[in-house]
């Protein structure tokens, strides 16, 4: 098993482009997650997938937009890169149970926006 | 909403001795502790969690406390080994779901030979 992929590793954008990261999980989990990760903030959830079809808000969801298009990939799009966006993202998943489970984390996207 | 503080941000030890990493949230409903380790340049993976039914959890050299009352959960690495320097990061569940995690800020654990 691959476990969750993200493409692509890196990326540069100049402000105002767009781009999409993509996120795949192999081990059927239901819900899927997006995080930014920035020095001394630790990780911050962008946006959240509680199962296929469902999307949720999270703490700094401002010019992001995602979708969960089946139950295997969970896609984070920039419509229009900012300077604020460069950060480290990575995707993560889990099994839906009650009383908490272990997320998975992709390997992350290091993204730049000049 | 839910609020992780975790200290401290760095923190450097000998090779054998121990290190404690502590935590606290605001939430009093929030009853999933988990923590991850992170290395430079890899992913956050899991290395213990605790549930709010339970006070203390040990796996070999690293060992989870939690105090429900004062709302603090603790982390402890004993014999360090210069293997253990990473980042750690605690985390919270967020009331209301129990998949949702508020993270803390990290601690970055340096172990010198």
């Known amino acids: 098993n691959a476990g969750v992929t993200q493409t692509p590793k890196f990326q540069v954008l100049k402000t105002g482009q767009s781009m999409t990261l993509q996120c795949a999980q192999d081990m059927n989990h239901n819900s899927m997650y997006w995080y930014r990760q920035d020095p001394g903030m630790g990780l911050r959830l962008i946006y959240y997938s509680a199962s296929e079809g469902t999307t949720d808000k999270g703490e700094v969801p401002n010019g992001y937009n995602v979708s969960r298009l089946n139950k295997r990939e969970f896609s984070l799009r920039l419509e229009s890169a900012a300077p604020s966006q460069t950060s480290v993202y990575f995707c993560?998943?889990?099994?839906?149970?009650?009383?908490?489970?272990?997320?998975?984390f992709g390997p992350g996207t290091r993204l730049t926006v000049t | 909403g839910e609020n992780v503080e975790q200290h401290p941000s760095t923190l450097s030890v000998q090779e054998g001795d121990s290190a404690v990493i502590k935590c606290t949230y605001s939430?009093?409903?929030?009853?999933?502790f988990p923590w991850y380790k992170q290395e430079l340049g890899k992913r956050p993976q899991l290395i213990i969690d605790?549930?709010?039914?339970?006070g203390e959890k040990k796996d070999q050299r690293i060992a989870v406390t939690l105090n429900k009352t004062a709302k603090h959960f603790s982390l402890h690495i004993t014999e360090t080994q210069p293997e253990d320097s990473a980042v750690y990061f605690c985390?919270?569940?967020?009331?209301?779901?129990?998949?949702?995690?508020?993270f803390g800020t990290g601690t970055r654990l340096q172990v010198f030979p």
């Open positions: 939430d009093s409903a929030s009853n999933y």
């Open positions: 985390a919270a569940s967020i009331v209301g779901n129990t998949d949702k995690l508020i």
């Open positions: 993560a998943s889990s099994e839906e149970r009650a009383g908490g489970e272990e997320q998975y």
């Open positions: 605790i549930r709010s039914n339970v």
